[in-house]
């Protein structure tokens, strides 16, 4: 009995020196366990794969796509997928990619809904035209069809164009005209009233038939919805749960014909802006996305002394569902020959439009017009009151004089106003434009376009391609488009049209409502 005590209070020595070393090991095992792994996620990192880092899942596999990113001619240039050079990850590699992603690509889904297309008139420079398309590919645009002329139609800017995938550049020659004199719309009352005009009359006519055109491509390409947008104007797709065109009108219910956009106005701070896309941030809201009283009870302040309350259009642009007896309503709506079209006007969104936001848009607007610098001559050549006051300032100052009146007009250097009127909700800050545009320039992506194009031309082909422009530009020098649909025997056929068709007359641009002491009337 003594011999099983004494074994007993032996025992308990024992097992604490098991625990004890039990527990020693399991301290060691949870030390060199981490140990472990981060020595073997640094090898990983270090031999440059298998982690999954936020920058690599953003990689351009047809999954993870920016809305809008359509094929170009940069998708052409070597790269390596795999490497893991910072260059490459900054956006600096040889392919021309989005900033901070790796080898970001232009490229759409072919089942990427709804498909949206912009149609525009230009006689702009790539240094215009390039960003205003790339912007809209990123929010979801995926073709477009330029109607262009000018600059825009010399070989070094349109063979560019061309280059890019989804881009469709329709050439002024006398036989696009002599088809546009057999058009329709010739026949017709909503449109008469700017038929034989010069200046603003005449490009809006010419917007409205190349607007048609668009219309039978749009439908031949398969897609949803149209927009007719100029080349200084930026559509932001505010209210959506992304920043996407594509997004905003996949929400429009089936029932709705046409979708308004009220524009904005920029208001610029400087009087040397190059790059309006990229320099200005400050916008001047609509009269439909402002209250009743904040809009008149802030309408002088606002006006400056201006005719009116923005110094171009006020109405907008919409966007219309492709489908059965689609025509233009003017270069601001559309309409349906057989309906009246269901419509809704949008509360977030809108359209941005750059105007004036160039001090050399004062000379250029002036040389494209012929008409005298009087008061009765320009009511003539231009639509707004605006319009006319600049024609005449441009066509009459001297260039000191011109910035003097630029400056009181349209710069808003006055920083106690502004602030003013940020505050109570009249202008407004605007970033996401100028930060997309600005990423797509510094990553090289517009430069990488204008070389891709370039070298796929052969000289010969280049210099084939010029003496064609030139030879088509020599035959619509004498074609004047404001007498298309005067002989009517032998330029266009008179089409039978039935007794119920709508004839709403065009819209064209309007000014915001205006405010005479006590009278507010629709301008």
């Known amino acids: 009995m003594a011999g099983l005590h004494t074994s007993l209070r032996s025992q308990p020595p024992s097992f604490a020196a098991n625990l004890h070393s039990f527990t020693a090991k399991l301290l060691l095992l949870l030390t060199l366990l981490p140990l472990s792994l981060a020595i073997f ?8 794969g298998g982690v999954d880092d936020p920058i690599s899942r953003w990689s351009p596999d047809e999954t993870h796509k920016f809305p809008g990113m359509d094929s170009s001619p940069l998708a052409t240039v070597g790269h390596s997928s795999h490497s893991s050079d910072c260059s490459t990850l900054l956006g600096h590699s040889s392919a021309a990619s989005f900033p901070y992603f790796r080898d970001w690509k232009y490229k759409l889904d072919a089942d990427l809904k709804p498909k949206i297309c912009i149609t525009t008139s230009t006689s702009a420079s790539l240094e215009q035209i390039l960003p205003w398309m790339f912007y809209h590919k990123i929010i979801g645009v995926s073709t477009f069809f330029l109607f262009v002329e000018g600059k825009a139609a010399t070989p070094a800017v349109s063979k560019v164009l061309e280059s890019i995938p989804g ?38 006519v010419k917007q409205s038939l190349n607007m048609e055109m668009a219309i039978v491509m749009a439908r031949d390409a398969g897609m949803e919805w149209i927009l007719h947008l100029d080349t200084d104007e930026l559509i932001h797709p505010a209210g959506a749960r992304e920043y996407s065109l ?75 569902r492709i489908q059965d007896h689609l025509r233009p309503n003017g270069a601001h709506r559309w309409h349906n020959y057989m309906k009246t079209p269901n419509e809704i006007k949008l509360e977030e969104a809108a359209v941005l439009h750059y105007t004036y936001a160039k001090f050399s848009d004062l000379t250029s607007r002036r040389d494209r017009c012929g008409c005298k610098p009087t008061k009765d001559d320009v009511k003539r050549c231009f639509m707004l009151e605006f319009d006319r006051a600049a024609f005449i300032i441009a066509s009459t100052a001297t260039e000191e004089e011109m910035l003097n009146w630029y400056h009181e007009h349209v710069v808003w250097t006055d920083k106690t106003l502004n602030l003013k009127l940020l505050r109570k909700g009249i202008l407004t800050r605007i970033y996401a434009p100028m930060t997309i545009i600005q990423g797509l320039r510094e990553s090289g992506v517009f430069a990488s376009i204008i070389a891709s194009a370039q070298k796929s031309l052969s000289k010969d082909k280049f210099l084939a391609s010029i003496e064609s422009s030139n030879s088509s530009a020599s035959a619509t020098v004498s074609f004047d488009s404001r007498k298309i649909g005067r002989n009517r025997e032998t330029a266009r056929r008179t089409l039978e049209m039935p007794s119920n068709i709508l004839h709403e007359i065009a819209v064209p641009p309007l000014s915001p409502p205006v405010m005479d002491g006590e009278l507010e009337s629709e301008a």
């Open 41 to 48: 996620a640094f090898l990983l990192q270090w031999r440059g």
């Open 167 to 204: 881009v469709k550049v329709i050439y002024r020659t006398k036989e696009l005209q002599e088809q546009q004199a057999k058009s329709r719309i010739w026949n017709e009352t909503w449109l008469s009233s700017f038929f034989y005009k010069p200046c603003n009359y005449e490009l809006f």
């Open 246 to 320: 594509r997004q905003l009108l996949l929400d429009v219910p089936g029932n709705v014909d046409m979708v308004i956009f009220p524009n904005y106005e920029s208001s610029i701070e400087r009087d040397d802006i190059k790059d309006p896309f990229t320099e200005v941030s400050m916008f001047k809201k609509n009269y439909d996305h402002l209250t009743k009283d904040t809009y008149f009870g802030m309408y002088k302040e606002s006006t400056r002394g201006n005719p009116n309350y923005f110094l171009t259009y006020g109405n907008g642009k919409s966007v219309a």
